[in-house]
């Protein structure tokens, strides 16, 4: 595909870049959705940037959004919520879809399912520990 035919294929749709949102991660993220807002701009198309922790739903509405590109990292940007949000609306994104999203977050579950389908992974073990938060 070639930069002019992306052009071509984008020409009049609305693009956001999600960035921000309410993870530990939101510092990155919002540098990775200024550097992506960057390069949408050097093919000549203005895109929206929205921060996923304020008025997701009303923003998109809003800006009659097309195309998502999120730029998110670790919870509620990458574990699928997102993604559900967008499907729900009817907009397209790029990336992982809802269930490859949920389950690259859970590791225990990729394993799981990994060893069902008979693709080899290293060894591993799942940790249980009712005094500790490991999520944080």
């Not at 929206?48 to 990292?73: E, N």
């Not at 999203?101 to 799942?126: C, H, N, R």
């Amino acid at each position: 595909m070639t930069l002019a035919s992306i052009k071509k294929r984008l020409r009049g749709r609305r693009i956001a870049v999600l960035a921000g949102g309410s993870s530990c991660e939101r510092e990155v993220s919002l540098r990775s959705g200024w550097n992506v807002c960057r390069a949408i701009r050097k093919i000549g198309i203005e895109p929206v940037s929205i921060d996923p922790a304020r008025d997701l739903i009303g923003a998109l509405k809003r800006h009659r959004i097309d195309l998502v590109f999120p730029a998110l990292h670790g919870r509620s940007g990458e574990d699928g919520i997102i993604q559900g949000v967008l499907d729900y609306l009817g907009i397209a994104y790029a990336g992982s879809g809802v269930l490859a999203s949920a389950l690259g977050m859970d590791k225990v579950a990729s394993k799981k399912i990994f060893a069902y389908e008979g693709i080899p992974t290293p060894a591993w073990q799942e940790i249980h520990d009712p005094r500790r938060d490991f999520r944080k």
